[in-house]
């Protein structure tokens, strides 16, 4: 008897090796991963709309761009809307003669910060010109800054003279996010 039962925890024994061995969880709560994996789940789920809705957006701007009325504007008219623009977002709004302007073609100011805006209405990418005329008339108006916009987009020439000369650009894309700043403020009235 005592033989068969070293046999017994023999073989005991030696089949712990070669069975596989099962996974034991140490957790006094056994739905713990589950709710761990759930919430990170949920998480992703957030992501994932926040991209939809991201996607969204974009896609109605570039909608809102390709079907404006902005392109068929004259370079005057372009003039007098950026006005308006500007008005409505709470600057004061100062508009320069039509010939002889010294590169600047409104002034606008906000909480006595002087802003000389040269408009540009092109069917092609400005150049390094509209950002010399714009840097001349600084000293003349006497602005603490100085931005060129366009209906556009801007070469890379006038992007690294703009830069160098502290010039804000606001291409065809800034243009579309003041008329949405715009359209919020409106629209909280």
């Given at each position: ?5 070293k046999?017994?925890r ?20 056994p739905?713990?991963g589950?709710?761990?994996?759930q919430s ?11 991209i939809?809705?991201?996607?969204s957006d ?8 390709q ?13 007098e809307y950026?006005?308006?623009l500007?008005?409505?977002l ?9 010939s ?12 006595g ?6 408009a ?12 010399q005329?714009?840097i001349?008339?600084q ?11 366009t209906?556009?987009y801007?070469?890379t020439a006038?992007i690294?003279?703009a ?9 065809r ?13 409106q629209n909280?009235?």
């Amino acid at each position: 008897m005592i033989y068969l039962f070293k046999q017994y925890r023999k073989i005991k024994r030696l089949t712990r090796y070669t069975k596989p061995r099962r996974r034991r969880r140490y957790s006094s709560y056994p739905s713990f991963g589950r709710r761990r994996r759930q919430s990170a789940n949920l998480g992703c789920l957030f992501a994932v709309v926040e991209i939809l809705k991201a996607i969204s957006d974009a896609q109605e701007m570039k909608h809102a761009i390709q079907h404006t009325p902005i392109d068929q504007l004259t370079g005057h008219q372009f003039e007098e809307y950026l006005a308006k623009l500007y008005k409505d977002l709470g600057y004061t709004v100062e508009k320069t003669s039509k010939s002889g302007d010294f590169g600047a073609d409104l002034i606008v100011t906000l909480n006595g910060h002087r802003r000389a805006i040269q408009a540009k209405r092109y069917s092609n990418k400005v150049g390094v010109r509209a950002v010399q005329e714009i840097i001349a008339a600084q000293n003349y108006y006497k602005a603490h800054s100085v931005a060129v916009v366009t209906t556009n987009y801007f070469t890379t020439a006038a992007i690294e003279l703009a830069r160098a000369n502290n010039v804000i650009l606001i291409d065809r894309d800034g243009l579309f996010q003041l008329i949405s700043q715009r359209d919020q403020l409106q629209n909280k009235k």
